[in-house]
């Protein structure tokens, strides 16, 4: 079975931290993709990555960046974290060419 | 894809009875088309999907979805479901040929299975 693991389920940080997400999946997927989730506005697309070292922004990047050092872990980074980030982060993974993604279980932040 | 609707916030019904949830898609090219579901504190999961061949594709768990284009459309169905059905349902989609193999979902469905 496909993995993806998210460093923490539940997170609380400060207004202008700098905030780290880590993502690990373990089927050597090329492909990684960070998501927030809302109620009522589903899953947007923050940043996505289809190789080592290369990313690509998705529909909502502001305020944040990642880092992709290594094939199997996708890192997001909220620069100095604002209350509007306060989310659900869902991290996913795909195979080059393929449009199925494996999701992780999720990291709920809170941003106070 | 441009986007993904699914009219329905939340769907109750009742165990064993039927359950429809709709989505509709707007794209100006053929699509991919997916239905995943997240059960309370997990991650999504793929449920069922369309990528050629037969109109109809049927899940593990008695779920079925038709594709039809002239509709635009990707309705998901069960006959008769259960409480452990209970959860939220995305549709989403993909533009056939599009490189970044990038997926524009719905603003999900949540289904309540009462007894």
């Known amino acids: 079975d496909v993995k993806v693991t998210q460093s923490s389920r539940y997170l609380v940080k400060r207004t202008g931290e700098k905030v780290f997400l880590e993502c690990v999946q373990d089927?050597?997927?090329?492909?990684m993709f960070w998501y927030r989730q809302d109620p009522g506005l589903g899953l947007r697309l923050i940043y996505f990555?289809?190789?080592?070292?290369?990313?690509e922004k998705g529909d909502i990047p502001e305020g944040y960046s990642v880092s992709r050092e290594k094939k199997e872990r996708f890192s997001l980074i909220l620069e100095s974290a604002s209350t509007n980030q306060t989310s659900m982060y869902l991290c996913?993974?795909?195979?080059?060419?393929?449009?199925?993604?494996?999701f992780g279980p999720g990291t709920r932040l809170t941003v106070t | 894809a441009q986007s993904v609707t699914q009219l329905d916030s939340q769907v109750p019904v009742f165990e064993e009875a039927p359950v429809e949830l709709r989505c509709n898609y707007s794209s100006s090219v053929s699509v991919y088309l997916f239905w995943y579901v997240q059960y309370p504190n997990q991650g999504l999961q793929l449920l069922l999907k369309?990528?050629?061949?037969?109109?109809l594709v049927k899940s593990i768990n008695g779920f079925e979805a038709e594709f039809n284009k002239s509709q635009t459309s990707f309705h998901l169905r069960k006959p008769s479901v259960h409480i452990s059905d209970t959860a939220e349902y995305f549709c989403a989609v993909s533009d056939q040929g599009d490189s970044s193999y990038k997926l524009i979902f719905g603003s999900g469905t949540r289904l309540l299975v009462r007894p």
């Open positions: 996913a993974s795909s195979f080059a060419g393929a449009y199925e993604q494996y």
């Open positions: 369309y990528l050629s061949g037969s109109t």
């Open positions: 990555s289809y190789d080592v070292k290369m990313k």
């Open positions: 089927m050597d997927h090329e492909n």
